[in-house]
């Protein structure tokens, strides 16, 4: 997330507007999936920040009938690596950390196991 926006075979919806847990208001998109992946039955909720634009928060639901979310995370404690904005080091203690980003990287990386 949030690069799973642009996946082949995903179904988008937006479903308006909301409020963050801060009280931020935000957009809300719907993720659905027609016959791709290895879970097709699942559904997202993503939460964009109007202010700013970014993800802040998404919900997945286990199957896309649910009205209540199986989990929600926070993305949160955005930081510029390198040419790249990241969420990293989430409150919630989950999500990538100690993010690096190098501007090259040896060809052996792509080779050598």
């Known amino acids: ?3 799973k926006l642009k996946d082949s ?3 988008l919806k937006y479903l308006g507007e909301d409020s963050l847990k801060n009280g931020a208001p935000c957009n809300i ?3 659905t999936f027609e016959n791709v992946g290895s879970t ?3 559904k997202y909720l993503v939460y964009v920040d109007r202010k ?3 993800v802040k928060q998404w919900a997945y639901f286990e199957l896309a009938s649910q009205d ?3 989990s929600v995370w926070p993305f949160d404690n955005y930081k510029q690596y390198g040419k790249i904005l990241l969420s990293a080091n989430r409150s919630d ?8 980003v190098d501007d ?3 060809a052996e990386i792509f080779t050598e196991f």
């Open 1 to 3: 997330m949030p690069f």
């Open 9 to 11: 075979g995903v179904t």
């Open 29 to 31: 998109i719907q993720l």
């Open 40 to 42: 097709p039955d699942n």
């Open 52 to 54: 700013d634009n970014l």
């Open 68 to 70: 209540t979310a199986s």
């Open 93 to 100: 203690g989950k999500g990538p950390k100690d993010v690096t």
């Open 104 to 106: 090259t990287l040896p």
